[in-house]
């Protein structure tokens, strides 16, 4: 299959993984393992990063690449802060940002993650944000500079898939850098919609850390993120209102 | 080095026996009479401690090495004895060894009470161990909540686990101090709950009478036989006089910190816990509920003692209370009880549990010759600990292969998915 590439870097996997909710660490190194995932992203509040046998300790044994978020982060002033502190503990400049604007929905605040976004890229960061489904910010934030956009399906952890597909699609139409559909993905059929919409990545991860089977769950995700990957290149078939016989009718 | 002198950190009843003029006379407490197996137990906290009573009413000759018995994760802990209410998915080992713990702790914790001389029925709020058998409530609030109360339900059916789903009004029954807004409820009547600080000072009071050295150093090294990591254990290097134990064979009850001592999977997982004091009780059971997917529980102890609990936190060896984690906890408890801001908050404090990858203790021989492990209860430590000392007793040989340090990692069943995808 096709390379994703964000920021020039290449991966084989579309499938980006979170670390949140898994009932151990043992646990989620199967279903991390099962995902056949190389980008996860970690909550860098609540992580100490040079604690040992911590989450990090995980993804480096599987030789998958840190993208540390800001969860938790209410204003820009708080995400620009956690970027920093992630860039200085782990060495990379990549951060998923993530401003959200209250603890019940955990909807991310369109104004503050544009000002953090801002300033994370004049600062050099390599910046992937979460976004609700706003095809007119996605657009704004590609043109501040960040390196991908990261929309939402529904809200984190809700599992209700991707409620407003049309504007996703108009989010792919318009992009030029990876969109990422990020939160709301509730099972497999969620990931491959996803990708039939356009999308060049799906994350998730309570989809699969709170499965009752996560490492079944892991690889289901693993085979629809290929799957609907495969039928966007292929391009669907028109929808048509009445049948239209797949043999030939007459000789 | 500092001088090792029992009176200087006495604040348990081993003062008494280990006062004395010279540390010569500790070395000769100490000291096994000749040909006799001597054990060291490493750590003092309620697993090592438990470990150490068990095997001295065993006939056992041990002596346990801790700088300050009873004050790490053990003084944290809430003490809750939930095997039901806590189980989760793929975490069924975890239910079949807290249940077979749970099952012991009766028994235990009157046996104790008889040991250390404390006169009370050790069945009854607020007297002995303050052991309370009166169950678990586990609420939920929100439409999301109850729809994942009834998931869980289902999934303690499926595993034959006696529970009971109640109404809200029913649990307000139960605990009128609830806030009206609960929408249902789990009972697991047959979960329990302990002081463990209560549990601390017995097994310390108990191994005093026993005649059980308690050594207050320490310990910086494990003592190998010959070069290397790989050899013998033989003993314990400590960081005061008497510089070093030598024994027969050691077993590691550390903690969060067995990983400085031995090649052992285990990390700090930090936990922040308040509690607070009013004059009356208000609660008569545990309650747990997730308020917005948000975990907290709510402990009441016979002297009229709440304890609110608990983060978890990967932040190694950090054990600062932080205006956040106190917040969130208050913040969930009083959705769930809008009285507890009227109480005096007592405590806050943040403990280090020990955590495995698998969220398993390792529990049996280590695979070093002379080195047994006792270590990694995470969450369950004060639950586990009757366990633990049966297992290493040999009473358990069915439930010590689910704890075995030697157990194979689940690596296996994700090869196998690999290889259908």
């Not at chain 2, 809430?78 to 028994?107: D, F, H, K, Q």
Request: hydrophobic residues 45%; aromatic residues 4%; charged residues 25%.
């Amino acid at each position: 299959m096709d390379d994703l590439i964000i920021a020039g870097e290449k991966f084989t996997s579309r499938l980006i993984m979170g670390t949140g909710g898994a009932p151990s660490l043992e646990v989620l190194d199967q279903a991390l393992v099962a995902s056949g995932t190389e980008l996860t992203t970690v909550a860098m509040r609540r992580l100490d990063p040079a604690a040992r046998g911590s989450v990090l300790d995980v993804l480096r044994r599987r030789d998958i690449k840190v993208l540390p978020n800001t969860a938790g982060c209410f204003t820009a002033g708080d995400a620009v802060l956690t970027a920093r502190l992630a860039r200085e503990a782990l060495g990379t400049d990549w951060v998923k940002l993530e401003v959200i604007s209250d603890e019940r929905t955990l909807l991310p605040d369109p104004i503050e993650t544009f000002d953090a976004a801002e300033r994370l890229v004049a600062d050099g960061f390599v910046v992937l944000p979460y976004i609700g489904d706003d095809p007119a910010l996605a657009r704004r934030l590609e043109q501040a500079g960040c390196a991908a956009v990261m929309p939402l399906g529904a809200p984190i952890g809700s599992g209700l898939g991707i409620r407003n597909p049309h504007n996703i699609e108009l989010i792919v139409e318009a992009a030029s850098v990876p969109v990422i559909l990020d939160a709301g993905i509730g099972t497999a059929s969620d990931a491959a919609l996803a990708m039939e919409l356009g999308c060049d990545a799906v994350l998730l991860a309570t989809a699969v850390t709170r499965a009752q089977r996560p490492d079944l769950m892991a690889t289901a995700m693993r085979g629809a993120v290929q799957a609907g990957r495969l039928a966007r290149l292929a391009g669907r078939i028109p929808r048509r209102r009445y049948a239209e016989a797949s043999s030939p009718m007459t000789p | 080095m500092e001088a090792y002198d029992a009176r200087e950190s006495g604040r348990t009843g081993l003062r008494g026996r280990l006062h004395g003029p010279s540390t010569a006379i500790h070395l000769i407490r100490i000291m096994p009479a000749k040909g006799a197996r001597m054990e060291v137990i490493v750590g003092g906290g309620i697993v090592g401690l438990t470990i150490a009573w068990r095997l001295s009413r065993a006939g056992r000759a041990v002596t346990v090495v801790d700088p300050a018995p009873g004050t790490g994760a053990t003084h944290a802990a809430a003490g809750m004895l939930a095997p039901v209410s806590e189980v989760t998915y793929t975490e069924e080992p975890l239910l079949r060894l807290g249940l077979a713990s749970l099952g012991r702790w009766p028994s235990f914790a009157a046996e104790l009470a008889a040991d250390a001389g404390l006169d009370t029925p050790a069945v009854e709020a607020g007297r002995g161990v303050d052991l309370r058998t009166d169950g678990t409530l586990d609420v939920a609030f929100g439409a999301d909540d109850l729809a994942a109360l009834d998931e869980l339900a289902a999934f303690m059916a499926k595993l034959g686990l006696p529970v009971e789903r109640l109404t809200g009004r029913e649990c307000r029954r139960l605990e009128p101090m609830l806030a009206p807004s609960v929408r249902g409820g789990l009972l697991a009547a047959g979960d329990a709950w302990v002081d463990p600080r209560r549990v601390a000072a017995a097994l310390l009071t108990a191994l005093e009478r026993r005649g059980v050295p308690l050594v207050r150093a320490r310990v910086t090294a494990l003592l190998r036989e010959g070069e290397g990591e790989g050899g013998a254990v033989r003993g314990v290097l400590l960081d005061r006089a008497p510089g070093e134990l030598r024994a027969d064979g050691v077993v590691l009850a550390a903690g969060a910190w067995s990983a400085e001592l031995a090649d052992v999977e285990v990390r700090p997982v930090k936990g922040q816990i308040i509690r607070l004091r009013s004059p009356e009780p208000l609660l008569s059971r545990c309650v747990r509920g997730t308020v917005h997917g948000a975990y907290v529980y709510l402990v009441p102890r016979g002297d009229g003692e709440l304890v609110v609990g608990a983060t978890q936190e990967e932040l190694g060896f950090d054990t600062r209370v932080t205006a956040g984690g106190l917040y969130e906890l208050l913040r969930d408890a009083r959705e769930l009880v809008p009285g507890v801001t009227e109480l005096e908050v007592a405590d806050v404090v943040a403990g280090l549990r020990p955590g495995t990858p698998d969220n398993v203790p390792y529990i049996g021989p280590s695979g070093t010759p002379g080195l047994t492990l006792a270590t990694g209860h995470h969450r369950g430590g004060v639950l586990l600990a009757p366990l633990t000392a049966a297992i290493l007793l040999g009473e358990e040989p069915e439930l010590a292969a689910l704890c075995a340090p030697s157990r194979p990692r689940a690596g296996a069943r994700v090869e196998a998915l690999e290889e259908m995808g």
